[in-house]
């Protein structure tokens, strides 16, 4: 067998991977402090957050994966709210202060470019996990200065795109933590913009375009709020988030959307208590009823009912395994369709949240193997506006940037464009940043990273797509120095093959018109198949490694098989 059949549709229609999300476990532990209720099982939950933790002293979005600000908040904040210690206060903080960036702001990961996201999560780490304070706070100031844009709002990073509800949100709570000294912006511009955005309905909206949602509306009160200042319409808003109460108890995100998720609980808990807004004791139940509901046994939450939760990786993997087995499904098809939602045009993790790009890469990819497609011209313009301003691309809008999500938008921009990415990003600018993560004949995952086989490969075929073929061709040539005699190739100079990495050496050959060792890929897989269509990602374990594993193995087994077959591009 080439692939395992996917198990049965969850009642979404969807697949999912098994674990509980760390985002939705610190969404619904939050929403119910707000509530003055606590969440049943919280010593699972607490040891499912703690399980992210890194030997760094950093937290990572999944097990085994490097550190980032983001989940390293969300892992703090949600062991505070339990009522927990944060493990090793000072190794966080001094992991923490690795991630600042010599322009004034923080990064997602070392060596990264800053963004508003990322220095607010570092900012409220420092000061909220580690009682320590923010370091340099007028150089903070000048960097979030000049986050301001004529309009008077906030974008994600200086020089970026338009002014976000969001943005403007993690600006002002990322100095309000640093310090109570006076904003650096003009606050009656930002002020006004940010009440502008509120539209007839009563609900908030992104920035001009847009339609009012959760998100924005949860994020627009609160940082009026720590503004010192209240929506235009108080009671309108108040109107507009009831009006999204579902009757099983829940929220939903927008008006005629019709399913309650944590994340918009979340969000219409957050506004409300901002506002001022009481909520009574039998509203609370109703609330905390529908985010137990998303709990999984013995561990965190996930975003619905575990049995109607699905996401996009899992649902993608098993689109193509259906493929590979001979029977594409078209619920699962019809599932990531559905999953480029409105707001973003792009496709999310999970429905609901924002749009990812190695999400919408495997989902465009699952869709075309089984002859089917999303809505390509959202997506190109999806793809145009989410470039930032060194180049690079990061997984969501306004998130610094990383090789592996420039990758997959300039792979998803050839694929869009028949071979012509340049017409809807900026090449120039793209292998400007590539350039910034080359280590002579490596590449690394940011410019201050550490060189990888997978970082290596893809900025091998990020540029050779845009025409810098000579350089695209040093970078494969330091391929080899990862290739292992046991088969397969290594992630690092000294470590043990795997599954990703062999993946991303095989597609850079694909890419550069190489031929691949075929012999080296057996020989690998032959020790990383557990049968039945199962694949662990590494020979050490014998446990299989969940769908994203088996699909990645699958499609390496098939292109063996079939020498005229031709791996997708897909990145993780």
Do not use: K
Request: net charge neutral.
């Amino acid at each position: 067998m080439t692939a395992t059949v996917p198990e049965p549709a969850l009642a979404d229609g969807g697949l999912r991977q098994g674990d509980a999300d760390l985002w939705c476990t610190y969404a619904a532990v939050r929403t119910l402090r707000r509530l003055g209720r606590s969440p049943a099982g919280r010593e699972g939950i607490a040891a499912f957050v703690r399980s992210r933790r890194n030997t760094d002293g950093g937290h990572a979005w999944q097990r085994g994966l490097a550190s980032d600000g983001w989940a390293t908040y969300y892992c703090t904040q949600a062991l505070l709210d339990l009522g927990e210690a944060v493990d090793e206060p000072a190794r966080v903080a001094e992991w923490v202060h690795g991630t600042r960036a010599a322009e004034g702001g923080f990064a997602m990961t070392a060596g990264q470019p800053p963004d508003v996201w990322a220095t607010y999560y570092a900012t409220r780490t420092l000061a909220e996990a580690t009682g320590s304070a923010v370091p340099e706070a007028a150089g903070l100031a000048g960097w979030l200065a000049a986050l301001q844009r004529p309009d008077g709002g906030l974008n994600w990073q200086p020089g970026s795109s338009p002014s976000d509800a969001r943005a403007c949100y993690y600006g002002v709570h990322a100095w309000r933590a640093t310090t109570d000294a006076a904003f650096p912006w003009q606050t009656g511009r930002l002020v006004a913009w940010l009440r502008a955005q509120q539209t007839p309905g009563g609900g908030f909206r992104f920035a001009p375009g847009s339609d009012a949602c959760l998100w924005a509306t949860f994020r627009a009160v609160r940082a009026l709020r720590v503004l010192g200042a209240e929506p235009a319409d108080r009671a309108g808003v108040i109107a507009w988030i009831q009006d999204r109460r579902l009757p099983a108890g829940g929220y939903e995100r927008w008006p005629g959307y019709g399913r309650s998720d944590v994340w918009a609980c979340f969000s219409a808990v957050g506004a409300l208590t901002a506002l001022g807004h009481a909520i009574s004791g039998a509203e609370a139940d109703s609330i905390a009823g529908a985010i137990a509901r998303c709990r999984l046994p013995g561990s965190g939450y996930t975003y619905r009912s575990p049995d109607a939760a699905g996401d996009s990786l899992a649902t993608a993997a098993g689109l193509f395994a259906s493929v590979l087995a001979g029977a594409p499904a078209p619920g699962l098809a019809r599932w990531l369709r559905d999953a480029q939602l409105p707001f973003e045009d792009g496709v999310m993790y999970m429905p609901g949240r924002g749009a990812e790009v190695r999400c919408t890469q495997w989902a465009f990819e699952a869709l075309r193997a089984s002859g089917q497609q999303l809505d390509e011209p959202r997506l190109c313009r999806w793809i145009e506006h989410l470039q930032n301003p060194d180049g690079g691309f990061g997984y969501w809008l306004g998130r610094g940037s990383d090789l592996v999500s420039t990758t997959a938008a300039v792979e998803l921009a050839d694929r869009l464009t028949g071979g012509h990415p340049a017409t809807i990003l900026d090449a120039a600018r793209v292998v400007a940043f590539v350039t910034l993560c080359r280590d002579g004949g490596l590449a690394r995952p940011t410019p201050a990273g550490t060189a990888t086989a997978s970082a290596t490969a893809q900025a091998a075929r990020v540029l050779h797509l845009l025409g810098a073929r000579p350089a695209a061709a040093d970078l494969h040539a330091g391929l080899a120095a990862y290739a292992r005699s046991i088969g397969g190739y290594a992630g690092t100079a000294r470590g043990l093959p795997e599954l990703t990495s062999t993946y991303q050496v095989v597609l850079a050959d694909q890419c550069l018109g190489r031929d691949s060792d075929r012999d080296c890929v057996a020989r690998f897989l032959a020790r990383v198949d557990l049968g039945d269509g199962h694949y662990s990602w590494s020979p050490l374990s014998r446990t299989p490694a969940g769908p994203l594993a088996d699909c990645l193995g699958a499609l390496l087994r098939a292109w063996l098989t079939d020498p005229a077959a031709l791996l997708p591009p897909l990145n993780l």
